[in-house]
């Protein structure tokens, strides 16, 4: 079957490692699918959410589209795009609003979550942000989505309106298809209970620009367990899917009744330990996950098996870690590649101005058949 493929990325400065294993790298995989229709957007639109200064986010819209070209993304094979630059995103937006009940959108817990994060600009953009995304995704006809765990409410919420639309005014809209990542969650280098974001602060990630030096100053800094750990080791070995599939004989006498495949089943863990042993055990998870990640299942055996008998040497691992991130052959060509592409800006600019100018083409012609449904032809 062949996919129209739709996926975007906040303009937040440069990717870290957790943009790059949440989504680039699925994105990489997928422009490489003969027959597959790819469209990667810059949701510059969606950042303006949280008030960012005019010149700051001209220059993070810059950096991310460097990014994208430096990781692989390449505009002969997929369409590139500013969100901003396409207008019928909004126009399809106000379209689904008017048929979109309040009562989605509060339900929706990523709005719960924006709202305690962003107390003092409490506003609109905010609740309607999955309108947005909705509009981003069915505006294009896309089957399939890459997105991660924490934005399948979205995504539901963007079926949910396609079956409204189509009920209303006839089939119009396809419902599209998640792909959830394979890789797990990369949470932040600081406060490991929070996903990596740059929002944190500079130490709370790695970015894929960052140099060997500054790699292995920002691992050493992890916080990891302290101390007698032996109830939080155990949980993270029977609750860890990543450790089941790959050392069963380690995990085999102590099988959870449910691993950590959800972000439901995180919050069921943070009851259940308390919030202290929580974020120890979340400290030893994303620990992990980044050996998961970068180094060989012999490390992260050895690992392991020092960890259960409280040998582990932390600051070992963390120097094994930061070396295998900084010659991550992926990573060497990324910062080869964007040192050239900085040198070159207006080459940069005009492949996004390009790719937004052939996602409008279809972007017009889909948006003139909608409105000919609702009667605005």
């Not at 906040?10 to 870290?16: A, D, F, K």
Request: proline residues 5%; glycine residues 4%.
């Amino acid at each position: 079957m062949k996919h129209v493929i739709f996926s975007g990325i906040q303009p937040s400065g440069q990717l870290h490692i957790g943009n790059y294993f949440g989504a680039i790298r699925s994105w990489l995989d997928l422009q490489k699918q003969p027959g597959t229709t790819c469209i990667f957007a810059i949701v510059d639109y969606h950042a303006l959410t949280e008030g960012p200064d005019p010149k700051e986010l001209e220059q993070r819209i810059f950096d991310t589209t460097v990014d994208f070209l430096a990781a692989g993304l390449n505009p002969q094979k997929s369409t590139i795009m500013l969100q901003s630059l396409v207008p019928e995103h909004t126009d399809l937006a106000w379209i689904l609003n008017c048929v979109t009940p309040i009562s989605w959108l509060e339900r929706v817990p990523t709005f719960k979550e924006k709202a305690a994060q962003f107390k003092n600009n409490l506003n609109m953009g905010l609740m309607d942000y999955p309108i947005l995304m909705a509009a981003d995704i069915l505006l294009y006809n896309a089957t399939l989505v890459p997105v991660g765990l924490d934005q399948l409410p979205h995504l539901e919420l963007a079926r949910e309106i396609a079956r409204s639309f189509n009920a209303r005014y006839g089939k119009t809209f396809v419902e599209p298809a998640d792909r959830i990542t394979p890789t797990p969650k990369i949470m932040s280098l600081t406060d490991p209970t929070k996903k990596m974001s740059k929002s944190l602060g500079i130490k709370a990630y790695i970015a894929l620009s960052d140099e060997p030096a500054v790699i292995e100053k920002k691992i050493a800094s992890l916080p990891t367990a302290t101390g007698n750990e032996a109830t939080i080791i155990q949980e993270l070995l029977k609750s860890t899917k990543e450790i089941h599939e790959e050392f069963k004989d380690i995990t085999a006498s102590k099988t959870a009744d449910r691993q950590i495949t959800t972000e439901a089943d995180l919050n069921a863990l943070r009851k259940k330990l308390g919030d202290a042993k929580y974020r120890t055990f979340m400290a030893l998870y994303n620990f992990y996950m980044l050996l998961y990640i970068f180094a060989s299942a012999h490390d992260r055996r050895r690992f392991l098996d020092e960890l259960q008998k409280g040998t582990a040497q932390f600051s070992v691992y963390k120097k094994l870690l930061s070396n295998r991130i900084a010659t991550y052959p992926p990573f060497v060509a990324f910062r080869k590649k964007r040192a050239e592409l900085v040198r070159n800006p207006k080459q940069v600019e005009k492949t996004l101005r390009d790719g937004s100018a052939r996602a409008r083409r279809h972007a017009i012609r889909n948006l003139t058949i909608i409105k000919k449904k609702i009667g605005l032809a």
